[in-house]
């Protein structure tokens, strides 16, 4: 079964500083999915960036970019010049190419330091 | 496009009642999905339509949930013989073949004293 594991349950970053998020993952599958997702307090869970497993190159979206290290089986997401308003629980996420279900890590806090 | 909805936002049972939840996902949005979180954990899957088909569902789904989607619109979750232990935040989300990522709603809290 896949298992998505992320080993910070909490983390801090001052505003305008850099933080990297770790996330790993187990499948024997080859083609799927990785997602990181943003939880705001009491409010919906968003997408944030998506990787396809295919893609050699690593994901950007603005301010967030991913480290797809596919034979480490690591899915890093690295936030740049950090906002009060990251501040949130951030889920890795997996999907196979093969099936529709999306399995969640148990997420990381990120407190942001004004 | 309103996005996922989920009705009510809260429900407060007493223990041995019935709840039932519901979800209207994104319009047009052929997949379904139900997931389970608990304070400071990420959600767990519960179970998937595809349409009207309910096409997995997980273990952690006992015999007092079910869940339906009639006609591959909205979806209703019912828990019954609710327990101290099923209070969470129900997510629905949905998704279409065209999207890799699923859209998620705001939740729905259960709380059971």
């Known amino acids: 079964a896949q298992t998505v594991t992320q080993s910070q349950p909490e983390m801090s970053v001052q505003e305008a500083e850099t933080v990297t998020l770790s996330c790993t993952y187990d499948t024997s599958e080859s083609d799927y999915y990785l997602f990181w997702y943003k939880q705001p307090p009491s409010r919906q869970m968003i997408l944030v960036i998506r990787q396809e497993a295919y893609k050699q190159q690593n994901a950007t979206e603005n301010r967030f970019s991913v480290n797809f290290q596919k034979a480490a089986k690591s899915f890093s997401l690295k936030i740049s010049d950090s906002q009060l308003g990251d501040a949130a629980m951030y889920f890795c996420a997996y999907r196979s190419a093969g099936d529709d279900k999306i399995i969640f890590g148990k997420g990381t806090r990120l407190h942001i330091l004004p | 496009d309103t996005g996922v909805s989920q009705d009510p936002r809260h429900k407060i049972t007493k223990r041995g009642q019935n709840v039932t939840f519901r979800c209207d996902p994104i319009?047009?949005?052929?997949?379904l999905y139900w997931y389970r979180q608990t304070l400071g954990q990420g959600p767990e899957f519960l179970t998937y339509?595809?349409?009207?088909?309910?096409?997995?569902k997980s273990r952690l789904l006992s015999d007092r949930f079910s869940a339906e989607r009639p006609k591959g619109s909205f979806s209703t979750l019912e828990i019954q013989r609710t327990e101290q232990g099923d209070s969470a935040m129900y997510l629905c989300?949905?998704?279409?073949?065209?999207?890799?990522?699923?859209?998620f709603g705001q939740g729905t809290r259960l709380t059971v004293v």
């Open positions: 339509f595809q349409n009207e088909a309910q096409l997995e």
């Open positions: 319009s047009e949005h052929n997949r």
């Open positions: 989300a949905s998704s279409s073949t065209q999207n890799t990522e699923a859209f």
